[in-house]
């Protein structure tokens, strides 16, 4: 049985990839990412990883890559979809692994990370969950930190208008579509903490107001998902923006600055 955090990955691959057969790139995988991939159905998957240790895993019927998401070795849209699940943050440039994961895309980027928000914000002050992943490395035989090495990585947490903004930043010739998902999940590293086990129980007894005021308020919640549908060209280019089929190049278009400034 899928636990919150695995169910709320799987229900969002459903959501926003329809098509079974979409070449699908997995950056920061491992085999949890391989189990819900075939639960779901999904046939056409590369699953890649920084470390080429895993690539002794068992990861028929689909592919294996040893690729750095900071700097994938693939062209322009080689994938339909490009997905990471929970690995950003694991990364040093987390804003460059979401641009190399769109650049890589043809279609789509599917990104299920934390949330940024006044109640996490709350929460790392609390002690009750963390900013630096001190806990997952040391469970994990002081492994898997920031770009795989045993120093615990910092937890970056995304907002909407971050997505948004870095995405604009790095492709700003077109309009984006950006779609977002919310969920909850209890901080697990509680249990992991016997200095704070006081606390665990009292979460654990609020848990059930939480779920509910997180339903209220659902920028509040700690699972996140966000994809970005990548534009097509040159429907959605912006109206000072003009496409050369012929040469595939884009450039600023003149005679839109003509009748809006003259000369």
């Not at 950056?27 to 819900?36: E, N, W």
């Not at 699953?47 to 080429?52: A, L």
């Not at 002690?127 to 001190?134: A, C, K, L, R, V």
């Not at 469970?139 to 898997?144: E, R, S």
Request: hydrophobic fraction near 35%; charge should be positive; include cysteine.
């Amino acid at each position: 049985m899928l636990n919150t955090r695995e169910k709320f990955y799987k229900d969002n691959i459903l959501k926003f990839i329809s098509d079974k057969d979409s070449p699908i790139l997995i950056c920061g995988a491992g085999p949890t990412d391989k189990s819900i991939f075939e639960l779901c159905g999904f046939r056409n998957v590369t699953i890649s990883n920084i470390n080429p240790d895993m690539s002794t895993y068992q990861w028929a019927p689909y592919k294996w890559a040893c690729e750095d998401a900071e700097s994938l070795s693939y062209k322009d849209n080689s994938f339909d979809y490009v997905v990471i699940h929970e690995a950003i943050h694991h990364a040093s440039l987390p804003h460059l692994v979401v641009t190399e994961m769109y650049r890589v895309a043809r279609r789509g980027v599917l990104a299920i990370e934390a949330k940024d928000s006044a109640v996490m914000r709350l929460l790392i002050k609390l002690d009750i969950t963390q900013d630096y992943e001190y806990a997952g490395v040391y469970h994990n035989n002081c492994q898997g930190g920031v770009n795989n090495t045993e120093i615990p990585n910092y937890i970056y947490r995304w907002t909407e208008s971050e997505i948004e903004k870095t995405i604009q930043s790095y492709a700003p010739f077109a309009k984006h579509k950006f779609y977002y998902s919310y969920g909850t999940g209890f901080p697990f590293v509680l249990k992991f903490d016997k200095k704070v086990w006081l606390k665990y129980i009292v979460i654990k007894t609020a848990q059930p107001f939480f779920f509910l005021f997180t339903k209220i308020f659902r920028g509040q919640q700690n699972l996140f998902a966000f994809y970005i549908s990548k534009p097509q060209i040159p429907e959605d280019l912006y109206p000072w923006i003009q496409f050369d089929k012929k040469e595939n190049k884009l450039s600023f278009n003149k005679e839109w600055g003509f009748t809006k400034y003259g000369r």
